[in-house]
């Protein structure tokens, strides 16, 4: 890419500071929104960017804003700042490093959705980053980029940030909701959705802060530009994160649609020590295992050509894998994950968790019996299509898909039985 | 108490919610006790409770499901230590191990000044940087990356001279 869109601080050092950033054409965007376009003028403009949520669902972001039930006032923008996914810290970059860009992105989307007051949730392990935050949001008030009369204008806005305090679920929208208003954070049932009722029962627009930092470059330079970089049905560029076994881990800002051989090895220095790539995690710790192949390495990873694959995009954190690795131990690994971070509010998750850590503890143990395998994917499999949220569906994912692409090293076992 | 102590802190918290919804300030006020008390005894339960208008069982229950507030005192610093799958491809399991044997505890466990509790956490966002951890005091929570075993070391060192230094 030639220059960085959403990453830009590392085209242009000091862009966390306020002067910095509005030297470099920071907030016009805001201010053009503000000043000449109308909110629905604004959800039609990002509906035309193709933009697609980079949470993780990849859900179009005009069109969930268009779902604000009409007349309802007031509402409420939160920004998702939970960022909990194993493998995934692309927004903790965009917050360190360009805070502004993201901070006129909720702006935007404030106006658009006609909110006067956003919040912006930070997982509480962001302590010092979130305070960060506050401060620069204070320096927006004293500026004039928050407050009443924006621009000269009728609009108005004010954010706060929330700060959760460690719970990965948070990141699922209603139950960061929840955890907003002071309670556990469970998911609730829907419908109704945050767009009919969210926070405090109000219509709520609920945004990644990567697709939130797309919001400032759409509005200033248009969605035929947006659709210039990406593919037809994933427009725009993407923060790609490597962990795992790869030479150089960290975030790429690529466009959506390179392939997964250009972020691994060209960018991302191939595999350490000479070792063949085994396995990819696309969406992090809730990926669909993917067994690495030339084919999987000439994908385009956009949501589309992904999906094909049998696996997902998600977040786009590619957690990578050598020969090395023992698929029954990433499975063990997972779900220790998804158990502790299960929420407990229904039985197929915090029951299914629970089995399955055991059955995958029994099986990288010396107590392995022949049936634990089959056993393991007939709760994973029964847990599929019954849980109250996408957690507990993720929690299979590595599962069922370790166990029918890398079958051989489940099977066996009984070495240690009676 | 808070409510005397950390008024105006208080009355900002609550300001950033709107008007009824009060209950939205029990975690900032959890993280206040936690710095006031060191850890969320059943006082501080009810302190929160009355300033929010809730059930002291109401403010409780969020301490057992949040992972960052303690209703026991352990060391004086919690260092946590990632051990997710990202970080564990890059050896974090290994080094964990390591700075326990160092410091001569098992994961969970305090060291015998009471100064560090070692911990192993779930992913920080940080896998880029592994090993990592995070130091969680009263006062809040602080990132170190990058990490091998001497370096950590030289962190708990660090720790301790700043508890000795500091007085309390």
Known sequence: MTEYILLRHRDLPGLDRLEVYRKHGGFEALRKTVTSMTPQQVIDLVKASGLRGRGGAGFPTGVKWSFLTPKVFPRYVVANADESEPGTFKDREILERNPFQFLEGVAICAYAAQATLAYVYCRGEFWDLAHDLEGKIGEMRTEGLLGKKLFGTDASLDIHVHLGAGAYICGEETALLESLEGKLGQPRLRPPFPAAEGLYGKPTVINNVETLANLPPILSRGAEWYRTIGTEKSPGPKVFCLSGHIVRPGNYELPLGATFRELIYTHGGGIPAGRRLKAIMPAGASSSILAASDAVLDTPMDYESVAALGSALGSASLILMDETVDMTWVVRKTTEFFTHESCGKCTPCREGTYWMLHLTERLTGADRQPADASLLGSVARGMQGKCLCALGEFSTMPVTTALERFPAEFSGGGEGAA | ?168
């Open chain 2, 1 to 168: 108490m808070l409510a005397d102590k950390y008024r105006t802190e208080i009355d900002a918290m609550l300001a950033k919610y709107p008007p009824g919804s009060e209950r939205s300030a029990a975690m900032p006020l959890l993280f206040l006790a936690q710095k006031e008390y060191g850890h969320i005894t059943p006082a501080a339960l009810q302190e929160i409770a009355d300033l929010i208008g809730v059930e002291p069982t109401q403010v409780g229950s969020l301490v057992g499901f949040y992972t960052l507030y303690h209703d026991q005192a352990e060391g004086k610093y919690r260092l946590q230590i990632c051990t997710d799958l990202p970080c564990a491809l890059r050896g974090a399991e290994t080094f964990a191990e390591k700075v326990c044997e160092n410091l001569g505890v098992k994961l969970g466990e305090t060291t015998s000044d009471g100064m560090i509790t070692v911990e192993a956490v779930m992913c920080l966002a940080g896998c880029d940087h592994a090993p990592m951890f995070q130091v969680q005091d009263a006062d809040g929570i602080h990132y170190h990356e990058d990490q091998t075993v001497e370096s950590a070391l030289q962190v708990v060192e660090g720790l301790r001279r700043r508890a000795t230094e500091g007085g309390a």
